[in-house]
T-cell receptor
Framework: SQKIEQNSEALNIQEGKTATLTCNYT??????LQWYRQDPGRGPVFLLL?????KEKRKERLKVTFDTTLKQSLFHITASQPADSATYLCALGSGGGADGLTFGKGTHLIIQP | DGGITQSPKYLFRKEGQNVTLSCEQN?????MYWYRQDPGQGLRLIYYSQIVNDFQKGDIAEGYSVSREKKESFPLTVTSAQKNPTAFYLC????????????FGPGTRLTVL
């Protein structure tokens, strides 16, 4: 069965450093991978999408890489700030339809001042 | 403002009662989804709908029912057959395209007393 793994433990990073979150998957050949941010008691918010033929995508302080050989995506937040503290979810999609995404459990990121 | 609304934010129900959670979107999206989120768990798909008057079971549909009579609305009924209904419920919508980026509502927290 399809499986998505994200760091199960909280990730503590000092303010100003780069936070790196990992998303690994098995038994899946996704057409794209998405990252979402979720704050406590709220719905997830879309951040970035990277397609299978793309190696890297950037948006402001965010960078995502996608290695289909390793079956892994890395999500980086540079110059991290306490306001970046949240749970980050990765999601995989096969594309072309509306049967949706498969989400990982998320990584709780804490940026300490 | 465009977006997805869910109501109510908090809902309490006595054991054995059915309850309906509301989800409305004005984004003109074709596809809508219901997820359940439990502590430490990822988002699990309950039902999804690609077009009006059509919907499909997700991974955990037992004990739930939905309807899609209007494009804007996708209500979820949690029936008494759902053995462990206490959870955070999230509704989402997307354009039917090749990336399925999802837009989430604020969620409804259901507690069974």
């Amino acid at each position: 069965s399809q499986k998505i793994e994200q760091n199960s433990e909280a990730l503590n990073i000092q303010e100003g450093k780069t936070a790196t979150l990992t998303c690994n998957y098995t038994n899946y050949s996704p057409a794209y991978l998405q990252w979402y941010r979720q704050d406590p008691g709220r719905g997830p918010v879309f951040l970035l999408l990277i397609r299978e033929n793309e190696k890297e995508k950037r948006k402001e302080r965010l960078k995502v890489t996608f290695d289909t050989t390793l079956k892994q995506s890395l999500f980086h937040i540079t110059a991290s700030q306490p306001a970046d503290s949240a749970t980050y979810l990765c999601a995989l999609g096969s594309g072309g339809g509306a049967d949706g995404l498969t989400f990982g459990k998320g990584t709780h990121l804490i940026i300490q001042p | 403002d465009g977006g997805i609304t869910q109501s109510p934010k908090y809902l309490f129900r006595k054991e054995g009662q059915n309850v309906t959670l509301s989800c409305e979107q004005n984004l003109n999206h074709d596809a809508m989804y219901w997820y359940r989120q439990d502590p430490g768990q990822g988002l699990r798909l309950i039902y999804y709908s690609q077009i009006v008057n059509d919907f499909q079971k997700g991974d955990i549909a037992e004990g739930y029912s939905v309807s899609r009579e209007k494009k804007e609305s996708f209500p979820l009924t949690v029936t008494s057959a759902q053995k462990n209904p206490t959870a955070f419920y999230l509704c989402a919508s997307s354009i039917v395209q090749n990336t399925d980026t999802q837009y989430f509502g604020p969620g409804t927290r259901l507690t069974v007393l």
